[in-house]
């Protein structure tokens, strides 16, 4: 009871009390003696005792079974919750593994129809199924044109067997397969292809790469060497000393026929000792120092009887002897060496026209090639190893070609007027760009009072300009360049009395400087010489060793001669004077704006669509404009112009007047048909000026005759299009634009 007082009211305990009364029948308390109600008393206390132990078990029992279920039901409830994350889990994974699928085959379709090659896949039946843009634009067909029709129907006819043989290797479970063959281009023209397929679940998936270029040079090879192999002088390699290769000609000369009998063998079997000695006491002493010897040595023929030869030997960058013969034995007889020497001219004309046909598409491909954003950054120095190499051997083949000119006594001038302050200023464009790109300062100090029009030999002057700068570059690691231009005297401009058109001769002084590696006194002469290259540096620099020697005969016909000072590790000075013809001097460029106007371009680009069905023309305008910051597309024809303008949206066209299929003047109507060109920009251009008497009559903002004046040009862009120009920090790369005398001469 005592716990019942603790924990309950003392209504609760009475009530408690009777009902165990009730439960155990005790009869009233009073019916009993005092002592017996004692006794009783305690039975029933014991009593109730008794039955709140087992009420407080059973309580105790049910709390106990309670408390099981509820922490069953907490573990089942912990189980279910972990399974739910589970489920979660597995359904974030699955989320994932999707859209990382997604982006794969977002990866691989962006790469399907981005790449440069080829790629498609066709079905066994012989039909393409999917091709990607470089089909359409490589071949020129249209899409559908390309799916409607067996790709077999493609490949050129001898090619066409073999093509098959290769398919049906594919259908008959061969993984992989590579194979050659012409396949047709849209304007009936054939390109080489490599192709490389493999077949799965009955499709052909492929990708073929355009072999035309490599194929041309392949051929272009076999005809050098069968140029070498029916030339009249002999030409020997030799490797470690030991022929490795003679032609017809070197066999004939020493008496032999068969190659073999001197392939492996000594140059020293066609000499006397005598002879032996003086070659290696006085020709390989100058060989080594220069690359190359020329001289006359006494030969043995294979009979026994000695002759005298001819010889030029030079080095390799391998290593490798190049040794040139020619019996001169019977030298009298003029009239044949005479036309020898024709004979070589064409030769060598020959094989540069030969060599410059893949080299114009080398250069010009791989220039296109360096501004694919789609390039990464080791496809684009490939790219730039290419361009660069094709750069250096249509340098070799230009020097070449003006060293022959010059031993045959051919080199002529062809002067004309020209604008010495736009020839400055291209000059610079191209030079700032590469000092920049060297690291290089580029300082241009060029006379404020120069004529604008003189009268020379552009192009010639052009090149001597571009080799000495380019030497000046090529040997300056640190420091910079300076170009200076100004009168011999360094007097004020000379007015010309009796108008714009008098005539007055200018001694005006070229002069370039750098901080170089310089040049020992003693080497001042061998420099201008062929092939006169700093011992030890032939390697270390490239060049063929022609340049200084064709620059100095070109002054040297201008009637002025290339001055040269320098000093080892300071630097060099190379200078020409020319008095030149001057016409308007009051037509003057302030050479401080000389620099600005190089370094030009647009802040935001504008589009501009050029139709001019004359592939020049158009290559002229897109050359200028693009380097500014301008966004170019091209169009042959007025009907071509309206497609490509409908998804190009341009804020300026440049029409051609006269042009096939669809003239300028119907164009233009056509266009200011569609409502989101009413008020587009339209410049006309045309080589007949009389055709049109003003622009409005035509419905276009300007008009401009041919040759185009490309200023003229920049201004009306300028006026109608309200362009917002900005001085760069670095030109843009404008490689086309340089006007260098390499690209021009392809």
């Known amino acids: 009871m005592s716990d019942c007082r603790k924990t309950h009211s003392k209504e609760h305990c009475s009530d408690y009390t009777q009902t165990l009364d009730n439960q155990l029948k005790v009869p009233p308390r009073d019916n009993y003696p005092v002592k017996d109600r004692a006794q009783q008393r305690i039975f029933e206390l014991e009593l109730q005792l008794q039955s709140t132990r087992e009420h407080l078990q059973a309580l105790n029992d049910e709390f106990i079974a309670s408390r099981e279920e509820l922490h069953r039901a907490n573990i089942a409830n912990i189980e279910y919750e972990r399974q739910i994350q589970e489920l979660r889990e597995l359904n974030t994974e699955l989320d994932n593994t999707l859209l990382e699928q997604e982006r794969r085959n977002s990866e691989l379709n962006r790469f399907f129809h981005l790449s440069p090659d080829m790629l498609c896949i066709a079905g066994l039946d012989g039909y393409f199924k999917q091709i990607n843009f470089s089909f359409t634009r490589i071949l020129g067909y249209s899409t559908q044109e390309l799916l409607a029709q067996p790709f077999i129907a493609f490949v050129h006819p001898d090619d066409v067997e073999a093509t098959l043989l290769e398919v049906q290797k594919l259908a008959a479970g061969h993984d992989t397969v590579g194979f050659e063959n012409r396949y047709r281009c849209r304007d009936g023209s054939y390109l080489w292809l490599r192709w ?181 950054s080791q496809q684009l120095h490939y790219v730039d190893i290419v361009h660069d190499s094709g750069r250096q051997l249509l340098n070799l083949i230009n020097d070449v070609l003006d060293i022959s000119k010059i031993t045959a006594d051919k080199l002529q001038l062809e002067p004309k007027n020209f604008n010495l302050i736009q020839f400055l200023n291209e000059i610079v464009t191209v030079f700032l760009l590469r000092t920049t790109q060297k690291g290089l300062k580029f300082e241009t100090k060029i006379s404020e009072s120069l004529p604008a029009i003189v009268n020379a030999d552009e192009t010639k002057l052009r090149q001597v300009l571009y080799n000495l700068l380019t030497n000046a570059i090529k040997f300056t690691e640190t420091g910079g360049v300076t170009l200076k231009v100004d009168y011999v005297e360094n007097l004020a401009a000379i007015s010309t009395a009796g108008g714009n058109r008098a005539r ?212 009306l862009l300028d006026r109608h299009l309200h362009l917002d120009w900005q001085f760069c920090q670095s030109p843009t790369r404008q490689d086309d634009l340089e006007r260098d005398p390499l690209i021009s001469n392809v």
Request: glycine share 6%; hydrophobic share 40%; charged share 25%.
């Open 196 to 376: 490389t397929a493999t077949s799965y679940q009955g499709q052909i998936y492929a990708i073929a790469h355009d072999l035309t270029e490599q194929k041309l040079a392949q051929e272009l090879k076999v005809r050098l060497l069968a140029a070498i192999e029916t030339a009249s002088d002999g030409i020997a390699i030799l490797h470690e000393n030991k022929f490795i290769y003679l032609n017809q000609a070197h066999l004939e000369i020493y008496g032999y026929s068969n190659p073999e009998e001197l392939m492996g063998q000594s140059w020293e079997v066609l000499y006397n000792p005598e002879e032996i000695a003086q070659i290696k006491g006085q020709a390989f002493p100058l060989l080594d120092e220069r690359g190359k010897w020329q001289g006359i040595t006494k030969a043995k023929h294979r009979s026994g009887h000695t002759f005298d030869a001819e010889v030029t030997l030079s080095i390799t960058p391998k290593g490798d002897l190049i040794c040139i013969c020619r019996d001169i034995s019977e030298r009298a007889q003029t009239e044949q060496l005479e036309e020898a020497n024709r004979a070589k001219d064409a030769f060598i004309a020959h094989v540069s026209h030969e060599l410059r046909t893949p080299l114009t598409s080398i250069l010009g491909f791989s220039n296109l090639l360096q501004r694919d954003s789609q390039l990464n």
């Open 504 to 715: 007055t001769p200018q001694k005006i002084r070229f002069q370039i400087e750098d901080t170089g590696i310089g040049i020992p006194a003693n080497k001042f002469t061998q420099i201008f010489t062929p092939f006169g290259q700093l011992n030890g540096r032939v390697k270390q620099y490239e060049g063929t060793g022609l340049g200084l020697t064709i620059s100095q005969n070109i002054i040297r016909l201008m009637g002025s001669q290339i001055q040269l000072e320098s000093e080892v590790n300071r630097g060099s000075k190379f200078w020409f004077d020319l008095e030149l013809l001057a016409f308007e001097n009051n037509l003057v460029v302030k050479s401080s704006e000389l620099t600005r106007r190089t370094s030009q371009c647009l802040r935001v680009p504008r589009k501009v669509l050029v139709i001019d069905d004359n592939d020049d023309n158009r290559d002229l305008i897109v050359n200028y404009l693009q380097p500014l910051g301008f966004i170019l597309e091209e169009a042959k024809n007025g009907e071509d112009g309206l497609k490509i303008a409908s998804k190009f949206q341009p804020d300026a066209i440049l029409v051609d007047l006269i042009m096939p299929v669809m003239n300028g003047t119907e164009m233009i109507a056509k266009i200011k048909q569609q409502p989101q060109f009413r008020d587009l920009v339209i410049i006309m251009i045309s080589a007949n000026s009389h055709l049109i008497l003003k622009p409005s009559e035509i419905d276009c903002h300007g008009f401009l005759s041919k040759p185009v004046n490309l200023e003229q040009l920049r201004k």
